[in-house]
């Protein structure tokens, strides 16, 4: 792969389903939390509020084709789907979307997946995760386990769409820090994967939460690493212990969300010592806004503007034009909820999706 490529995650959360029903309520989507947040400071922008797409479903192929459209204005060269595989007698959540999207032949877009290996809970948002209700548990059971999820997962890489890294389909695990036996797991799909004639191997790519750990993955099987938006922002905004003990005081007495300053992320984000490896695919972020979710227990970007994400985007960018490997992670497409989307709104049109390509082109 020697074009530059901008992968966007893509949440497929958006349309109701039988579960979320039965947790939530009777039609719940991800919309639900995005529509009632309400602003918790000055100049706080919330609720977000969709603007050329509206409050979609993506039940509906002409939604997933406008996203299309938009993605490729922007300069987006793929999707990365976020994919939940619980482990068990093949338990998933939403593949329908993905599924339509394999079957129809349509959008006619590169795509990916991302498997986000992680349980799902009723959160309380509290760091210990004390008040935590367990909703869907993800399990590791086993090479029987592994075999029924890779043969659903061939299907979608045998796909002439399906994003390639020197041949193998890209397979990003969120968690591998959660998923003990994942060194047995990556060796099985690429001895799987060569028997069936499909390819020599997948590309594994390991989220990073702790950037630490990056050459330990590599060792157990991972093609690459990407660092987290966790790692990677917290890293940038560095307080000392004192600071961040009087820090933790004033919000036990006056809770609000945890402030970040988007000009010294988009200053930090690109590591010099680090993403320059061809094992490290750096990434992109236009904004971030937890509220709607975790409230006064959630993280905000301050200072988002379409200008900065510009000159963000154009910096790595351009970094990543120097090396062999030109893929970039782009966090995210449509995450309304986590306030970390590039789709328009109201407030901002199609400011980031123009920052973007007006990037790509320098």
Not at 324 to 330: A, R
């Amino acid at each position: 792969m020697s074009e530059l490529k901008i992968l966007a995650y893509y949440l497929p959360q958006f349309h109701p389903f039988k579960e979320n029903d039965e947790w939530w309520g009777k039609g719940f989507t991800e919309w639900t939390n995005v529509g009632k947040a309400k602003p918790l400071f000055k100049g706080h922008y919330q609720p977000k509020v969709p603007a050329d797409l509206g409050y979609y479903d993506l039940r509906l192929p002409i939604v997933r084709q406008q996203q299309v459209k938009l993605a490729k204005q922007a300069g987006v060269d793929g999707f990365c789907y976020w994919h939940y595989w619980f482990g068990g007698k093949g338990r998933q959540l939403m593949n329908n979307i993905i599924d339509e999207v394999l079957e129809s032949g349509s959008p006619d877009f590169p795509f990916c997946l991302g498997w986000a290996n992680e349980s799902w809970k009723a959160k309380q948002w509290n760091k210990d995760g004390s008040g935590d209700k367990m909703l869907m548990e993800q399990r590791y059971e086993g090479t029987n386990d592994y075999r029924e999820h890779f043969e659903y997962a061939l299907k979608l890489f045998k796909d002439p769409r399906y994003v390639r890294v020197d041949g193998k389909p890209f397979f990003l695990i969120y968690k591998p820090q959660q998923f003990d036996d994942v060194g047995n797991f990556i060796q099985l799909w690429n001895s799987w994967i060569k028997e069936s004639n499909v390819a020599d191997g997948v590309y594994f790519v390991a989220n990073l939460d702790d950037e630490k750990d990056y050459k330990k993955y590599i060792s157990m099987g991972f093609d690459a690493v990407t660092p987290s938006m966790q790692s990677r922002t917290d890293a940038s905004v560095e307080f000392s212990k004192f600071r961040k003990k009087l820090w933790n005081i004033r919000r036990k007495l006056w809770p609000s969300p945890v402030k970040t300053d988007f000009k010294y992320v988009c200053e930090h984000l690109w590591r010099e010592d680090m993403d320059y490896n061809e094992d490290v695919i750096p990434f992109l972020i236009p904004r971030w806004d937890h509220t709607s979710r975790s409230g006064v227990k959630g993280r905000v970007f301050v200072g988002v503007s379409p200008e900065l994400f510009e000159r963000q985007a154009r910096k790595t960018l351009q970094n990543v034009k120097k090396k062999k490997n030109k893929i970039v992670m782009l966090k995210s497409w449509n995450e309304w909820a986590e306030g970390n989307y590039m789709e328009p709104d109201l407030k901002y049109g199609l400011g980031f999706i123009d920052a973007l390509c007006a990037a790509k082109k320098k």
